[in-house]
């Protein structure tokens, strides 16, 4: 492929509900562009872009993959980015590195949830919006009605630009609104003009949609549409394509991609409608001294390039997928990496089509491509010229709010499976692996039960690890709520010297996070140069509570007497002796378990708050209060306590058809309610005994 100025590129990323067939209508562009040789089929686990094992296997596009194509003397970058809300992640890299967001519509199921949010998250990256209606050769689609959901969703800037003329169900024939011209398609392949059909008052419904769209575009065209005034055609066409690049306006066309109807369409009018790279891919970044920088889409600028993809393959290494936003990045000139501030030795570049690679002298501005073998570079990082060090925008990724505790199927393996999650998370940031030294498990979090799934399935497949998922421990802790006085006394023989420790030590509840140790010993009851391993006894001993064996907060242990012998005490006599005065003492002392609490801010629908709130109840939460949110939704603030939120992004998601979303982080401890406690003590004890 030869290369293209940025005035002749476009970047394009197909986003959209899952199973609308984002990747069938990119796989179709391939085709019909010959950059394929087949129309793969998802279901046959043959298409150009869902090319990972996992993907196959699943039916489904889990992660963001790129191939460029060739139209009418334009460069168009297809990012394909999954539909799943379990792989969102995918959607930010793909908004990215995107200047338009071509947002595919099922024929049949219309706008969803996912049509929604690619929508927003369009918006919000500041991308132009395109619609695609698709499957329209299912008998059981309803364009008419999609398209009547699309405007009432969004607003009037739905513009239909192309449109079908429906037969006894079948959707064969498909009329280009600004031509006025229809084209037949045959199964076989074929394109033919056709006369224009006979639509009725469809046909006019339609104009005026158009017209409405047109409108909102300036002041001067609306006053003209207010007042009944007709549009020239030249003002529909300036219009229409200015509304489009400044985001006014969102074109809605439709088609077929299983049969490649009206795909060709489509292409002819993003050619000339869709912003192109010189249009939209400029920037503004930050210097060293976080003053901004105006970083245009100019070739013979300093280089300036987002990475917004990684692949960290066992066999090749890393592949850094990069956005090239000014100047040329090549194996000419190094790069410096303003994240780290290494250098990054550039040995070649690749243009990147799915699974394969091909060399190329450089990727231009405006332009996508790849780089192999970046060490230390991340997904997120700016890569510049050294003449000019600058920072992009990073990648907004979704939090990872679901979370499950990791084990090896084999002992010992533990390492192998960080390691390979390390290596997985290098790929998609949404993956986070902690280590709980309190728990001694590994945790794992990404964004569903899916999206974990994944992990531990692509852990198997691509470094040859077993990895279990199990419900995560609960770090409890256990306090005292009463002050005891208690003696430890410990006095051993055994020929020779022997060992004698005596000690009195006063325990009660006190605000900390640990053993706040004092002693007020009077007459050398007990000689000074023990007092610290007394302590080291106590310290010892809250390691594990009496109730549960859960370590122990909140204790103030004062030693105020003793004796001792001047010939068998020693330092592990007395810790010894304080470790018998903590096992006599804590007992009477009122232990009570403590449950961590977190602060909770579930972001809903307003019909759903109602929901949130009682589900909350149900899981021992207190809600503080509500505020209103954007685009119609509701905070609800609550604090929960964290051993009833391990299924809650699986609830949130269902009860909400995944417009929710959630923040929860710890705050404090508390009493466990006396009925919660002692189940989680009898099950303390029946595991200590396993």
Request: glycine share 10%; charged share 25%; with cysteine.
């Amino acid at each position: 492929m030869k290369q293209y100025d940025a005035k002749k590129i476009l970047n394009i990323a197909l986003a959209g509900h899952s199973g609308s067939g984002k990747t069938s209508v990119a796989e179709s562009i391939l085709y019909l562009s010959k950059m394929s040789e087949r129309l793969g089929k998802v279901a046959d686990g043959n298409t150009v872009l869902d090319f990972d094992s996992e993907e196959i296997k699943r039916q489904t596009s889990i992660m963001t993959a790129v191939a460029p194509i060739e139209w009418k003397n334009t460069k168009i970058n297809l990012i394909d980015t999954p539909g799943l809300f379990d792989f969102a992640g995918g959607v930010a890299e793909g908004m990215r590195a995107a200047d338009t967001a071509l947002i595919v519509v099922s024929g049949k199921d219309g706008v969803c949830v996912g049509t929604e949010k690619a929508v927003e998250a369009a918006t919000k990256a500041g991308l132009t919006k395109v619609f695609f209606v698709n499957g329209l050769c299912d008998e059981s689609a309803r364009f008419y009605r999609v398209f009547e959901s699309l405007k009432a969703t969004f607003g009037p800037s739905v513009c239909p630009v192309v449109v079908p003329y429906i037969v006894d169900g079948q959707a064969n024939t498909y009329v280009n609104l600004f031509d006025y011209k229809a084209y037949e398609y045959g199964t076989d392949g074929s394109v033919k003009q056709t006369a224009l059909p006979d639509m009725g008052d469809r046909l006019e419904g339609l104009r005026e949609a158009i017209k409405e769209a047109v409108a909102e575009t300036s002041e001067e065209l609306l006053d003209k549409f207010i007042m009944g005034e007709e549009f020239t055609p030249e003002e529909i066409i300036l219009g229409v394509s200015q509304g489009v690049k400044d985001g006014t306006i969102c074109p809605v066309f439709c088609g077929d991609a299983h049969n490649t109807f009206a795909i060709d369409q489509l292409l002819n009018s993003l050619t000339w409608l869709a912003p192109s790279a010189a249009d939209k891919s400029g920037e503004i970044g930050v210097d060293l001294d976080g003053e901004p920088v105006d970083v245009s889409v100019n070739d013979s600028g300093a280089a300036a390039a987002i990475v917004f993809k990684t692949v960290a393959d066992p066999f090749i290494g890393r592949l850094s997928y990069v956005k090239v936003v000014s100047g040329k990045v090549s194996s000419d000139a190094p790069l410096i990496n303003m994240r780290t501030g290494a250098q990054e030795r550039i040995t070649k570049v690749l243009s990147v089509s799915g699974k394969k690679q091909t060399d190329v002298p450089y990727i231009g501005a405006g332009d996508i491509g790849a780089i192999p073998k970046l060490a230390s570079t991340k997904t997120g990082d700016t890569l510049c010229s050294p003449l000019r060090k600058v920072v992009l925008d990073g990648i907004d990724y979704p939090s990872s709010s679901y979370t499950m505790a990791v084990y090896p199927a084999k002992k010992g393996d533990e390492d192998k499976v960080a390691q390979g999650i390390a290596k997985l998370a290098d790929e998609d940031p949404t993956i986070k692996l902690v280590s709980n030294h309190e728990t001694h498990e590994m945790l794992l979090s990404g964004l569903g039960e899916q999206h974990l799934d994944v992990v531990i399935s692509r852990l198997k497949t691509k470094y040859n690890v077993d990895a279990v998922l199990k419900k995560p421990k609960i770090a409890y802790r256990e306090t005292i709520r009463k002050k005891v006085s208690a003696q430890g006394r410990y006095k051993k023989q055994s020929g020779g010297h022997g060992q004698f420790g005596d000690v009195w030590i006063e325990f009660e509840p006190c605000d900390s996070d640990g053993l706040v140790f004092a002693e007020r010993v009077v007459g050398g009851a007990v000689p000074k140069n023990f007092f610290p391993a007394v302590e080291k006894g106590l310290q010892d001993s809250i390691k594990k509570g009496v109730l549960a064996g859960y370590p122990m907060v909140g204790i103030k242990a004062t030693l105020y007497d003793g004796s001792y012998h001047p010939v068998d005490s020693s330092e592990m006599s007395f810790k010894t002796a304080a470790s018998l005065a903590y096992k006599n003492g804590i007992p009477n002392a009122s232990p009570t378990l403590l449950e961590p609490i977190g602060s909770l801010k579930a972001n809903v629908p307003d019909a759903n708050m109602g929901d949130v709130m009682g589900e909350v109840n149900k899981r021992r939460g207190r809600v503080l209060g509500m505020q209103p949110g954007e685009n119609g939704t509701q905070i609800v603030e609550a604090e929960v306590p964290m051993a009833e939120m391990d299924d809650f992004a699986t609830y949130i998601r269902q009860v909400t058809q995944g417009r929710g979303s959630f923040d929860f982080a710890f705050v404090r401890y508390e009493d466990t309610p006396a009925n919660v406690a002692q189940k989680i003590i009898e099950k303390a004890k029946a595991d200590s005994q396993d």
